[in-house]
């Protein structure tokens, strides 16, 4: 299982949290039968104790977040990741064989290094996997990987995203800086981070067998869809 490290005090971690809270309030009176403290008093005083701490925190980063170009870099971000794997799908199938060249491709291109955690719901691992991968593709090898079926012009587009998303610096610090918080503040948000964390493991295992609502309770995903 494929996880990554996240920093508990960053701006993308609270703003998940918050995310899953308000699913976890919206769905207590079906949930609450699974603990016995988890009832409306309970979901709410939660909502309020975020909300709260993001507003004594994280209230400069959220105005970068809330400004108008914050849903063209979202766009951005998940139209890079998805031609992203579709190329690293594509280059596993038609090289297959060729174990050599997909290790060397992989690594070079950052795959290697970043694709995990991109996919995962890590904002910065994602603004370097696509600036490593515009500034490391080889003509030589993206021919040859084309001239295998891949459409070339996947890889115009992950590079038109590369280049767009270097304009929407200013919103990764804000999601992933570590805002500067005393040391009650630090313990305080650890333990949002914390009781979440709880929550999500208790609600994804109640469901199972209902992939929509195990997602707005799988934290990465939760994340990556801020």
């Known amino acids: 299982m494929e996880t990554i490290t996240i920093c508990p005090t960053s701006t993308a971690t609270i703003l998940a949290c918050q995310q ?25 005083s ?37 031609h992203l794997k579709v190329l690293r799908a594509s280059v596993k199938v038609d090289f297959k064989k060729d174990k050599a060249f997909l290790k060397e491709f992989f690594k070079t291109t950052g795959y290697s290094d970043y694709f ?29 990987i084309s001239e295998k079926g891949t459409p070339d012009t996947l890889f115009d587009k992950i590079l038109v995203c590369a280049n767009r998303i270097s304009q929407f610096e200013d919103f990764f610090i804000a999601l992933e800086g ?38 707005k309770f799988n934290y990465y995903k939760v994340m990556v869809n801020l």
């Open 46 to 82: 939660l909502m309020v104790w975020i909300d709260d701490t993001i507003d004594k925190h994280y209230a400069e980063n959220l105005d970068v977040l809330e400004d108008e170009r914050y849903r063209e870099w979202h766009e951005i971000m998940v139209e890079g990741l998805q």
């Open 20 to 44: 899953i809270a308000k699913t976890f309030k919206e769905n207590i009176y079906e949930l609450s039968i699974l603990r016995k403290e988890w009832d409306p008093e309970f979901a709410t």
């Open 116 to 144: 995990s955690d991109a996919k995962n719901g890590d904002h910065i691992s994602l603004f370097k996997f696509l600036k490593t991968f515009a500034a490391n593709l080889n003509e030589n090898v993206r021919q040859k």
């Open 178 to 215: 570590d805002t500067e918080l005393d040391n009650y503040g630090k313990k305080e948000v650890a333990e949002i981070y914390e009781t979440i964390q709880d929550i999500c493991r208790i609600a994804i295992a109640y469901y199972q067998f209902d992939p929509k609502m195990r997602c």
